[in-house]
């Protein structure tokens, strides 16, 4: 299945960490390093495909800064995030799959003068990702995970909330209190992570598609900590790589 996203100008990969963005680098064709805010930038093809990689460092004000650069200085047409977050669904495990439907901020409170999570004076609080992108990413899904398998089990692909923040969240109490609060006013995030509803915000006021896909690497528990490390280097490069690999093929 060939799925068209319409853009004018070059696809943007961009990876939290350097380990996920180090498998699509030994890929990229015509590779060019551009130094630009403080930031290494790529461009080459994937594939025949124009790109550019990046990496969004880490937490919302630095992803945003990464995504305007690459909007202002590249001109890319729309952005794919790739990363790892913290299963917080009831059926997301370790080892899955979640691609983004829709982007909150956990640690947004503008109360009283707007509704909490809201992002004030837009009227925006659940950024809702490109329908096609997420369709074309779901297909990307399934081809680059086929036979793939974590800890003897076959990676399960979900799609719906991601909930973004400024803290890594790794302790069970505080995750029950992030998910409890969203619940509460209508939300149901299937992972947490740090940087994804920043892009998706930064897009939304360039009018650009955007969609992302985070590879679960613990369950933002108490052992979070623990299993990160391991799982960005083992797992986690090999989910991202493969899962780009075949989503610039459906574009």
């Known amino acids: ?13 961009l990876s939290a960490l350097a380990e996920e963005q ?7 064709q015509g590779a060019e390093r551009t130094l630009h805010a403080g930031r290494e930038f790529w461009q080459g093809q994937l594939d025949g495909l124009p790109v550019v990689l990046a990496l969004s460092r880490i937490g919302k004000v630095a992803a945003a800064t990464t ?20 299963g917080v669904g009831a059926d997301v495990q370790v080892g899955d799959v979640v691609v983004g439907t ?59 909330l991601i909930a973004s ?20 006013h209508g939300h149901a995030p299937m992972a947490v992570e740090m940087e994804g509803a920043a892009v998706a915000q930064v897009c939304l006021d360039y009018g650009l598609p955007f969609a992302a896909v985070r590879t679960i690497s613990d369950r933002a528990d108490d052992t979070a900590h623990v ?8 797992v ?16």
């Open 22 to 28: 180090a498998g699509l680098l030994e890929q990229l």
């Open 236 to 251: 986690a490069r090999v989910f991202a790589q493969r899962i780009m690999a075949a989503l610039v093929r459906t574009l």
């Open 165 to 184: 923040g400024d803290r890594f969240v790794n302790g069970a109490e505080e995750t029950r209190r992030i998910v409890q609060a969203l619940r509460s």
């Open 67 to 86: 995504a305007v650069a690459l909007i202002e200085r590249f001109g890319v047409g729309q952005i794919v995030f790739t990363g790892v977050a913290g």
């Open 1 to 13: 299945m060939s799925l068209q996203v319409h853009a004018s100008g070059p696809l943007a990969i």
């Open 102 to 160: 829709g982007y909150v901020q956990h640690d947004l409170d503008a109360s009283p003068l707007f509704p909490r999570y809201q992002i004030p004076l837009t009227g925006q609080t659940v950024l809702v990702a490109d329908g096609s992108l997420v369709q074309a990413l779901l297909a990307a899904c399934d081809a680059g995970l086929h036979g793939l398998q974590h800890a003897g089990r076959v990676p399960v692909v979900h799609q719906g």
């Open 227 to 234: 299993d990160f490390p391991v799982f960005v280097r083992d």
